[in-house]
């Protein structure tokens, strides 16, 4: 009998151990829509991507947290990773969140072109983690662009881009 209480003493002991060190899941947040606003009507031979990369903030209109925007610019990215983008192509998705929306593109412009890659993620978090810096939510969104793209990440009210 002792040898049980124990038993239970030190099992009820570990799993509070083990509860307070594991952290708590993060909550996903979803998009309730989604819309393709993507354009595709020109074929031409693939170029190297060039030159440096400016942030443009909009520093006004509607502001969205990181965790909304971070979901749509991951399911953005997944969802066009390899697909081809020719001069003055773009590919582009409005994720609805409700009351407001998330518009993440990118445009191939200058005559270039180019296959959407890894560099998705860290170029649309550009103007999500340059921009609007005082927290982690509040962020109004932007644009990174260089010779060769220009990829926007926008925040916006029901449908609208502002």
């Not at 399911?75 to 969140?97: A, I, L, M, T």
Request: proline content about 2%; charged content about 20%; glycine content about 10%.
């Amino acid at each position: 009998m002792k040898l049980s209480v124990a038993f239970a003493f030190l099992a009820v002991n570990a799993l509070t151990v083990l509860a307070v060190a594991l952290p708590a899941a993060e909550t996903e947040l979803k998009w309730t829509s989604i819309e393709d606003l993507s354009t595709t009507d020109n074929e031409t031979s693939l170029t190297k991507r060039v030159g440096a990369e400016a942030v443009s903030c909009y520093n006004f209109g509607i502001r969205a947290g990181r965790a909304s925007s971070i979901s749509a610019i991951d399911d953005f990215c997944r969802r066009y990773n390899g697909r081809r983008v020719d001069n003055e192509q773009s590919v582009s998705h409005r994720y609805g969140f409700g009351s407001f929306t998330i518009l993440p593109s990118g445009a191939a412009i200058n005559g270039c072109n180019f296959v959407i890659d890894g560099n998705c993620n860290r170029l649309l978090r550009k103007p999500l983690d340059e921009c609007n810096t005082s927290g982690e939510n509040g962020k109004q969104g932007g644009i990174v662009a260089n010779l060769c793209g220009q990829w926007r990440y926008d925040p916006g009210s029901n449908g609208s881009d502002v």
